[in-house]
Nanobody
């Protein structure tokens, strides 16, 4: 299963941006989907998480501003980012846990998509 992240770009402070993560390949089930941001070369931190039953989790710095959602018909999930500020500038990565169509565990990462917020 491959994930394709998109939607990054340069925006002004206060603007909105929607990131998308599209999954391709055979998926049997999805346990959770998440968006992460890069904090070091090989380290990411959770930004938002959506579990299969619908529960969500957000890091405190984005609560009330970011929303994670899913289009089940397309195996695509999103991160709606509102009221962006320069501290949100980062590479954002999407991740999916679950089970692939051949029964093997699924843990896929998309490539980073850069969001740059100018003041």
């Amino acid at each position: 299963v491959q994930l394709q992240a998109s939607g990054g770009g340069v925006v002004q402070a206060g603007a909105s941006r929607r990131l998308s993560c599209a999954a391709s390949g055979s998926i049997y089930s999805i346990t959770e989907m998440g968006w992460y941001r890069q904090v070091a070369r090989d380290e990411v931190d959770l930004v938002a998480l959506l579990k299969s039953e619908g529960t969500t989790k957000y890091v405190d710095s984005v609560k009330g501003r970011f929303t994670i959602s899913r289009d089940t018909s397309e195996n695509t999930f999103y991160l709606q980012m509102n009221n962006l500020n320069p501290r949100d500038t980062d590479n954002y990565y999407c991740n999916m846990w679950g089970m692939s169509g051949n029964g093997s565990p699924l843990n896929s990462w998309g490539q980073g998509t850069l969001v740059t917020v100018s003041s």
